[in-house]
Nanobody
Framework: QVQLVESGGGLVQAGDSLRLSCAASGLTFSNYGMGWFRQAPGKEREFVAAISWNVGSTYYADSVKGRFIISRDNAKKTVYLQMSSLKPEDTAVYYC?????????????????WGQGTQVTVSS
């Protein structure tokens, strides 16, 4: 069974840090580009960060550049999102997704497999 399971969300204060994890199973993880997206209440899902299959390339939304870092451990079949200097506007459900093209992308349509999401709430 192909599955992505996010963890690490929670309630934090502005300026705090948080690390999200996304564990994959049932797929050849090292073949996939991986991405993080988020969706705030009443808003569309938006791209946050992506990483290519071989860790050669990373991509970030302008809103998180310099604050968030995406990484992956292919041996552990896990992708991470280290979030620092969190702001209330970062509050959202965060989803990880797998891209069979392998390159990582800011286009949600490129992603075939999605996790269920983890809630991140940043209080001011």
């Amino acid at each position: 069974q192909v599955q992505l399971v996010e963890s690490g969300g929670g309630l934090v204060q502005a300026g705090d840090s948080l690390r999200l994890s996304c564990a994959a199973s049932g797929l050849t993880f090292s073949n996939y580009g991986m991405g993080w997206f988020r969706q705030a209440p009443g808003k569309e899902r938006e791209f946050v960060a992506a990483i290519s299959w071989n860790v050669g390339s990373t991509y970030y939304a302008d809103s998180v550049k310099g604050r968030f870092i995406i990484s992956r451990d292919n041996a552990k079949k896990t992708v991470y999102l280290q979030m620092s200097s969190l702001k209330p506007e970062d509050t959202a459900v965060y989803y990880c997704a797998a891209d069979l093209y392998g390159v990582g992308s800011d286009l949600s349509s490129n992603y075939e497999i999605w996790g269920q999401g983890t809630q991140v709430t940043v209080s001011s």
